[in-house]
């Protein structure tokens, strides 16, 4: 201690303490005059004095060295106000989702950012277009990036579904609330379909064929593959820029002939699957009860000409690079009075093959795993233990889970016969595959049976990404607890990946998460969230810096956001105006 | 719950010139946070991680303490008194924390700053000095650390540091007294803890035994 220190006499303390108030400002004449008189007479009060100017220029070597914060604190920060209740997203929480509430189709391995909005009344048939700025306020200048597609499933005025696709390619600084973006959007009615008021879809790789299920009054569930032809390119390129094209329809039987499909543009990514372990599809709400009929056969009748080749550039205006089969390449049934369950379905990364669970629709027994062969006219059930689960493709193998012995298995299944390769198969359940094939996301934990005594939902565990096919190694738990629901997927290159999480199995909303994947270890870095748990609904698509999902809309209802970053910092969003219904999935 | 006693806290606490009013504009609020939050993230941010010595953790709690901000917005009047608001909010944003955790961990700030290139004498000085002065600030009380940091890194005037402790003018200036008292002596027995721990190392260097 210092020698200055622990001296009881008043005078000094009396001293040393106005000397450290003096720091801080002058002190009244009398005391400043009593002071410097101690201080003449008092060597070790004189010290201490002194030693308060030096202890202030300790503080010079701290000044200098300011803390610079993450850099998407402000994203964070942004996120974390938008979940408050009453904050300005989340007073518009509890809204029913529409479409398959049960269903999150999967993403289609390889297959680009393109998401598919389903939804009845969104829009009514109109193109999407971004929200237009707030009443007030400044608004920052939009953020301009690489254009990139939004295939959108519309319902018009009609009940009939459209296709239409659309370039995002500004979005607004993520901190602002008010922007005058204009991301392009611009609408082209792809394809016409009739069906119910429930709808899912998802796009081949090649972006050449829907396969949309459609829930009818029954329960029942229509499965429909609908032929979508781009560009003579065969693909649509991330600058392709629709353009309008007037389709009128009128619905018509399906020729019962199948299109094989295009080639693929297979990614070096496997499988990116998007279960929803709630694996009992939900019955729609009064409000939501569909329309149509299960076996009916969707009308598609295009009636726009295609483009000789999709626009490698942005154009300023509007072409037509996307366009429905000029022939009026019909849909197909390839399934009828099935019920699909599990949440996963998704393609193979050469569009070859389609797979997805469903179970007979009187519920006479529980779900086998469907796989149809796009060259052929209808799927067909390949497991026949009417307890499997598809959770995603591996190649050209089914990863099927189960419950074996009792617990939650899962395993590799020769997609054409329906034998599984491994005996024991892998402990995980419903397991989300990285694109490069070393890493998965999966439910570590014990599963119940649903409500119908058919499927199954999660129990007591936790999501974990850990080392695949293992099912094991150093493994991170994205999310634990009870889970009504989740998807996990990566971009195409495996540098992000996207986690939502839904508890509440009666609202599905949930939260979403993107996370930067360290490229070394595969493992996601929780503690660095590009976007950390902002509220979204099930459905959401990743790919080149840009994030798409449903989540609720700034006036209410719910809407398409598209999110960009660079790096791991998020660098804007823009948000596309729909209605109360829309339904993202992939 | 500590938000809602934040909350509390700040309505019963509100400095001169705060005042609760009845109803508030999300939209506003949020627009305001956003503002607050480009104008002081980096004060706030250093200020947190200066009292608790952990960056992550800072970021964690300046992202709290805007939230806080935004929930809280309707308690502030003048927006000139924003800035000491801000730092009241992260104050108690803190001190929550530490009494939470009892954070006891030594992290030495120099070199957080990544913009900056000082030489590695600058650095060495820096790094003896600073770890100096903020094991020494480890050694007081909270209320006395965070009244020394906002007013010798942060510049809070007086009055923005009564606000900012949530204690009157004069509190303020005797917590600040106080405070530079006690750092006074908690750099004393820091050095001499450090002479100490240096002699038994040359003694131990020298194989003899130690004293």
Redesign the interface.
């Known amino acids: ?2 020698p ?2 622990g001296r009881d006499t008043a005078g000094h303390d009396r001293a ?2 106005l000397a ?2 003096r ?3 002058p002190l009244e004449a009398p005391l400043e005059a009593w002071l410097e008189a101690h201080l003449l007479t008092c060597a070790d009060c004189s010290a ?1 004095t002194q ?2 100017d030096a ?2 220029s ?2 010079s ?10 850099r998407d ?2 994203a ?3 996120a ?2 938008d979940a ?1 209740p ?3 997203f989340g ?1 518009r929480r509890g809204r029913r989702i529409f479409g398959f509430p049960a269903m999150t189709l999967a993403p289609v391995a390889g297959f680009a950012a393109v998401a598919i909005v389903v939804g009845a009344g969104l829009l009514n048939g109109s193109p999407v277009v971004p929200r237009p700025p ?1 009443p007030s ?1 400044p608004a920052p200048t939009p953020i301009a990036l690489a254009p990139g597609d939004v295939a959108v499933l519309t319902r018009g005025a009609d009940g009939s579904y459209q296709v239409q696709m659309g370039v995002v390619d500004e979005v607004c600084p993520l ?3 008010t922007c005058e973006a204009n991301p392009s959007f611009e609408a082209t009615q792809l394809a016409r379909i009739g069906g119910a008021d429930s709808v899912g879809a998802i796009i081949s790789p090649a972006k050449d064929r829907l396969v949309v299920v459609q829930r009818g009054a029954t329960g029942a569930d229509g499965v429909y593959a609908v032929p979508v032809k781009p560009g003579a390119a065969g693909t649509t390129t991330a600058s392709a820029r629709p353009s309008e094209a007037p389709a009128t329809t009128t619905p018509s039987a399906a020729a019962p002939t199948a299109e094989p499909s295009q080639d693929g543009t297979p990614d070096a990514s496997p499988v990116v699957a998007s279960p929803s372990p709630d694996a009992t599809v939900e019955a729609p709400s009064p409000s939501d009860e569909p329309s149509g009929t299960p076996t009916e056969s969707p009308a598609v009748e295009p009636s726009v000409t295609p483009e000789a080749s999709a626009e490698p550039t942005i154009e300023p205006s509007p072409s037509v690079a996307v366009t429905p089969a000029p022939d009026g390449g019909d849909a197909i049934q390839i399934a009828s009075d099935v019920v699909v369950v599990g949440g996963v379905a998704a393609y193979t990364a050469d569009g070859s093959h389609f797979a997805f669970t469903a179970r007979p629709a009187d519920g006479s027994t529980g779900p086998d795993v469907y796989v149809w062969d796009t060259s052929e006219p209808l799927a067909n059930a390949v497991t026949t233990d009417h307890q499997s689960i598809f959770a995603g493709w591996e190649g050209k193998e089914l990863l099927v889970s189960r419950v074996a012995d009792g617990a939650p298995r899962t395993f590799h299944v020769n997609a054409r016969t329906g034998a599984a390769r491994d005996d024991r198969g892998h402990a995980a359940w419903l397991p989300t595959v990285a694109p490069d094939g070393a890493r998965a996301a999966w439910w570590d934990g014990s599963v119940d049976l649903a409500d119908d005594d058919l499927t199954w939902v999660p129990e007591k565990g936790r999501l974990v990404l850990g080392d695949w096919p293992d099912a094991g190694g150093d493994t991170q738990v994205l999310a634990k607890g009870s889970l009504a629901a989740w998807e996990v997927s990566w971009d195409a290159a495996g540098t992000v990946m996207g986690v939502w999480t839904a508890t509440d199995r009666g609202t599905k909303e949930g939260r979403l998460s993107l996370y930067p994947v360290d490229p070394e270890t595969g493992r996601a870095r929780l ?1 660095s969230p590009i976007l950390d748990e902002v509220p979204a609904f099930a459905g959401f698509a990743i790919e080149d810096g840009r994030l798409v999902y449903p989540g609720p809309g700034t006036d209410g209802g719910r809407s398409l956001w598209v999110v960009a970053w660079k790096g791991d910092v998020p660098v804007g969003r823009v948000e596309l105006e729909g209605e109360d219904g829309a339904t993202v999935i992939r | 719950m500590v938000a809602d006693s934040l909350e509390l806290e700040q309505r019963r606490a509100l400095p001169a010139g705060l005042s609760v009013s009845a109803g508030w504009d ?2 506003e609020a ?2 305001f ?2 503002d607050l ?2 104008k002081h ?2 004060e706030i ?2 200020y947190l ?2 009292m608790l010595r952990d ?2 953790l ?2 964690d709690l ?3 303490a ?2 806080k901000a ?2 809280a917005y309707d308690s502030l009047q003048k927006p000139e008194n924003a800035r000491a608001w801000l730092y009241q909010i992260a104050h108690r944003v803190a001190l929550d924390d530490l009494r939470r955790k009892r954070i006891v961990r030594f992290v030495p ?8 290139a ?1 030489s590695a004498e600058h650095i060495a ?2 790094l003896r ?2 770890g ?3 094991a020494a600030l480890e050694r007081i009380p909270e209320r006395q650390r965070a009244a ?1 940091l906002l ?3 942060h510049d809070l005037t ?1 009055l923005e540091l009564a606000a900012a402790l949530g204690v009157s003018h004069v509190a303020a ?1 005797a917590l ?3 405070a ?2 006690s ?3 908690a ?3 820091e050095r ?1 803890a450090v002479a100490q721990a240096e002699a038994a190392r040359d003694a131990a260097r020298r194989g003899q035994p130690r004293a």
């Open positions: 201690m210092s200055a220190f040393q303490e450290a108030v720091v801080d400002g201490v030693g308060f202890d202030r300790l503080f070597a701290l000044r200098d060295t300011l803390p610079i914060p993450p604190l402000w964070r920060t942004a974390a106000i408050e009453g904050g300005p007073a707030g306020g901190a602002a609330k503690g | 999300r939209d949020y627009r946070v956003e939050f480009a993230q980096n941010y250093a991680v200066r960056p992550d800072a970021a300046t992202q709290d805007f939230v935004y929930r700030l120099v070199g957080e700053g990544r913009n900056s000082p000085m820096d000095l600073s100096e002065l903020q020394l007013a010798e890194l007086g200036r600040l007294t106080r530079r008292q750092l006074r002596e750099l004393a027995a001499l």
